[in-house]
């Protein structure tokens, strides 16, 4: 369950000796008081309160590259200005990698710019 940040909070039998009735909520919701209670047919049946966000609280909007509007041929211009051979001379595979990884960023920012997307899974 924790892989998709998941939790399960029936920990006792609700059916004979299995756990059949799930309550299932990912970290952003709280479930306090849960029980395991009265018998509705073969089940027991599930009572807990769920606490949620006010959903009056403002929508996170979330910055990702837009790569269709990016302009490739001067990010490839600024990064073949280099001379990486003087950039990283007497450097070892860390220190080139982190040069390396700083021009691409520094080319990133100047040639590829930004959209806010809304995030698609919030909770109600």
Do not use: W
């Not at 018998?39 to 009572?47: A, E, L, N, S, T």
């Not at 860390?94 to 995030?119: F, G, N, S, V, W």
């Amino acid at each position: 369950m924790n892989t998709n940040s998941m939790q399960q909070h029936v920990n006792e039998p609700t059916r004979r000796n299995n756990i059949l009735d799930l309550v299932m909520t990912t970290t952003d919701f709280s479930i306090s008081g849960l029980e395991v209670t009265d018998k509705i047919g073969d089940h027991q049946m599930i009572d807990f309160s769920l606490e949620v966000q006010d959903s009056n609280t403002s929508i996170q909007h979330k910055q990702v590259l837009d790569y269709k509007r990016a302009n490739f041929e001067l990010m490839k211009e600024e990064l073949g200005s280099y001379n990486y051979e003087v950039l990283m001379s007497n450097k070892n595979a860390e220190e080139c990698y982190m040069i390396l990884k700083d021009k691409i960023a520094t080319a990133t920012e100047h040639h590829i710019p930004r959209e806010q997307i809304r995030p698609t899974n919030n909770p109600p």
